[in-house]
């Protein structure tokens, strides 16, 4: 093995490393959505806005849960739509997961959340 395809080598593996250990610096947020008690089941979707970073949203499930992985720790927006309303709910996003289940409500026609 000549020196050049070493240096790429260790690049390569250096490049791989760094990505995989960015996921894992990644935050988790995760958690159920419920409108009056009951699941929005697949009928809702979660985006998040930390700092200057925005994550795209992502729907729910038959259950009504959501997962996001944000690449910064800290304090986020989490805005959530439900038949064509939207709904925006402050959050702290840590290394570790954080669970964040989230009640809908209809008043005067706005849609508000807030955590259960």
Do not use: N, P
């Not at 760094?18 to 089941?41: N, Q």
């Not at 996001?68 to 739509?81: A, D, F, M, P, R």
């Amino acid at each position: 093995m000549t020196i050049r395809s070493s240096l790429w080598c260790g690049m390569l593996a250096m490049g791989l490393f760094l990505s995989a250990r960015s996921d894992a610096l990644a935050g988790e947020v995760y958690g159920k959505i419920t409108m009056g008690g009951a699941s929005v089941g697949d009928a809702a979707s979660v985006a998040a806005q930390c700092g200057k970073a925005s994550y795209e949203a992502k729907s729910t499930d038959k259950s009504g849960s959501y997962h996001l992985i944000v690449g910064e720790s800290g304090k986020c927006t989490l805005t959530v739509t439900h038949k064509g309303a939207a709904a925006s709910l402050d959050i702290v996003s840590q290394e570790d997961a954080v669970q964040y289940d989230i009640d809908l409500s209809m008043k005067d026609g706005k849609l508000t959340a807030r955590r259960r």
